[in-house]
């Protein structure tokens, strides 16, 4: 097998979680390619080296030469994915997933280009996601369910079955969504942001923050005051 460069981008708590997850696959499979964190900000390119990686910028990844290079997102912002996303697809490189040892996924489960697949996730069956999905640790998604492109499951996320996740949704880490029904699917609308620890029980409208159990939408009225 040829010897090739995987990158990281970034290089933030998350980025420093996918980076073991991907050497423990690679060597699984006796992938003896180079790994290195990419970012593009000049106090990050200071730091040379994070937990024995080397720090590269995009400028010098994009430059290698290597028989085989890969780049994924490790950052959390669906936007910044998005638009990072826009702005590379013309580079020399192709997205990977990267999967953990020790995630499951069953059957008929169908996922875009450059998602990060996090230990102890579960997959189960008859699923499609879109590119650049990330699941965190402990997340799971069932049965019967559309996710779109940018969508971020933080940790400890309960996605049951039937439900459709728009574009660019952040789940917050712990929130529940209610299982939908076959002809009747849970519909998180795009651009939507579900808080952390809420139990959705009806369909999220796009563009909008839903808090709380039953999730409601974010108002000034339902935030308790730090005083309270």
């Known amino acids: 097998m040829k010897e090739g460069i995987y990158g990281i981008y970034g290089v933030g708590g998350f980025a420093r979680e996918v980076m073991p997850?991907?050497?423990t696959y690679l060597s699984s499979i006796q992938d003896k390619s180079r790994l290195v964190f990419v970012s593009e900000s000049s106090d990050e390119l200071k730091t040379k080296n994070i937990n024995n990686h080397n720090v590269i910028s995009l400028n010098d990844f994009i430059n290698i030469k290597s028989p085989k290079k890969y780049l994924t997102l490790a950052v959390s912002n669906n936007k910044l994915r998005e638009d990072l996303d826009t702005k590379l697809n013309s580079k020399e490189f192709k997205y990977f997933t990267v999967k953990a040892l020790n995630s499951m996924t069953l059957d008929?489960?169908?996922?875009?280009?450059?998602?990060?697949?996090c230990p102890y996730v579960t997959l189960t069956s008859n699923i499609?996601?879109?590119?650049?999905?990330?699941?965190?640790?402990?997340?799971?998604?069932a049965h019967d369910c559309q996710i779109g492109n940018y969508v971020t499951l933080a940790p400890a996320v309960k996605c049951n079955g039937n439900i459709i996740i728009e574009d660019n949704v952040y789940i917050g880490t712990g929130a529940i969504l209610k299982q939908g029904k076959k002809d009747k699917p849970l519909i998180?609308?795009?651009n939507s942001v579900v808080a952390a620890g809420s139990f959705v029980t009806k369909n999220v409208l796009e563009n909008t923050t839903v808090i709380g159990n039953p999730?409601?939408?974010l108002k000034k009225s339902n935030i308790r005051s730090s005083d309270e």
Do not use: C, E, M, P
């Open 21 to 23: 997850t991907l050497r």
């Open 108 to 117: 008929n489960v169908k996922i875009g280009d450059g998602a990060i697949i």
């Open 128 to 141: 499609n996601i879109g590119k650049h999905f990330q699941a965190n640790i402990y997340s799971y998604v």
């Open 188 to 190: 998180i609308g795009k």
């Open 215 to 217: 999730a409601n939408i």
